[in-house]
């Protein structure tokens, strides 16, 4: 076997911030993160063994404790009412995203607001928070139409234009040539916040699907990256497999001269990057 492993697998520096943080504090006692801290269960699993936990809600956190948010970001309306609480905030917001916060927050007095994303994505949430009213998020062509009735009804002629840090590569400028042309008698500023991590990965990928025989993608279940690069996979090779450990590999059936290429997501550890690609190598 051939095995090509993606130079760009495994943690963005966005997440390895995080989980890095997240392990410095959360032996501290009254540690919570508000949500899951990554989209990757082996990452949660490691930090709530060293004492931090999960929760869904602000409600579930002692008044006072400590709380984390997490590598996505979270509301406005979060920050005040975590305040409000008394909580420490312990802010692990990735970079990046914290920008695109900052971009719409100030777009948002002139502009109409479109965030180009998973309408349930955790990022896309917490950039709608910082949006205000006017703006909507954009999934498909077919949120376009309704993005501009309610744009309609506003009395601003400029649209500002940004996406979730990691959605398709492609698919952001599909839709944003749709949006040019519905909003075509507006002033339209396309800013594409795709982190770089997130468009080198997805390249990467599909010059890897080119020439393999097998594929295998290396994330969690729930994370948005991961799936994006099963489906650009999916794409450029015929055999193509969604994996979160080395357990899931011991039953795909290889051939002796496949070529197997190997990718995995943003929150994907190394370790576990490392454990499928030497598990392979012991094949060979």
Known sequence: MEITLGKNAGFCAGVELAVNKAKEISSQGDVFCLGEIVHNSQVVQDLEKNGMKTVNQLEEIPDGSTVIFRAHGEPMATYQKA?????????????????????????????????????????????????????????????????YKKFEKTNLNKIFVVSQTTFSSQKFDDLADEIQTNFCEADVMIDKTICNSTENRQLEVTKIARNADVMLIIGGKNSSNTKKLFEISSKNCEKVYAIETVEDVANIAFEPNDKIGIMAGASTPKYVVEEVKSFLERKT
């Open 83 to 147: 305040q409000e609480k008394g909580l420490k905030i312990v802010d692990l917001t990735c970079p990046n995203v914290k920008i695109i916060h900052q971009k719409v927050e100030n777009a948002k007095k002139e502009s109409f607001i479109l965030m180009i994303g998973i309408k349930s994505h955790p990022e896309i949430l917490g950039t709608s928070g910082f949006a205000g009213e006017n703006s909507y998020i954009i999934e498909t062509e077919d949120d376009i139409l309704d993005a």
